[in-house]
């Protein structure tokens, strides 16, 4: 028992270095274009694929109603499973077009960005999610465990690729990813 508690926590701090060694940039570079989207009136829309929508739901309730401090709302969405619509696109096998039908209600914008959490399957539905993201001009951010070509033809405009075979490390990775994205955005947006 303790070795396996040992080797999860040493995977759990190397990819946690690896994150600062490897994306601190690209977190910067995402930290930013949120800032610059809340500031032109975008919104933030987030979806995951499998257990990954309900940390994208867990994220965006942070920009929603906060992380560190009170202040204004920050206009998050996070696509999930509408089961009415998921029923009526399975019966006429068009079930990967889910989030692509949820996207195209909310009139995305240039000034819209939106973040998948890609875990280790291959997903339709974030695919066209996010060809239907670029082709409508909104930034698109990508958080994956595992090759970026496992789970998407055409490149999000950023990518942090997380090297881990753990769904419960990447999980912890998204996690720590969504709230320190957060944490950037409140001390920029309200100089905390």
């Known amino acids: 028992m303790s070795e396996k508690i040992e080797q999860a926590l040493t995977e759990a701090v190397q990819l946690n270095q690896t994150l600062i060694d490897n994306h601190s940039q690209n977190l910067s570079q995402i930290s930013e274009q949120l800032v610059e989207c809340f500031d032109a009136g975008g919104r933030l829309i987030l979806a995951g694929a499998g257990p ?45 077009q889910a989030y692509v039908r949820q996207l195209q209600t909310l009139n995305l914008t240039e000034d819209d960005v939106v ?51 753990s769904p419960a490390r990447f999980s912890e990775i998204a996690l720590l990813f969504g709230n320190l994205l957060c944490e950037l955005v409140e001390a920029e947006l309200f100089g905390i």
């Open 52 to 96: 990954m929508t309900a940390l994208a739901q867990f994220i965006a309730q942070h920009f929603v109603f906060r992380l560190s401090l009170d202040r204004p709302l920050l206009p998050a969405i996070a696509l999930g499973p509408d089961l009415s619509l998921l029923n009526a696109l399975v019966r006429q096998g068009e079930q990967s």
């Open 115 to 165: 973040l998948v959490l890609a875990d280790n399957g291959y997903d339709d539905g974030l695919k066209g999610l996010l060809l239907f993201a670029q082709e409508q001009g909104a930034r698109t951010v990508a958080l994956l465990q595992g090759e970026v070509e496992d789970h998407f033809p055409v490149l999000p405009d950023l990518v942090l690729q997380v090297e881990t075979e």
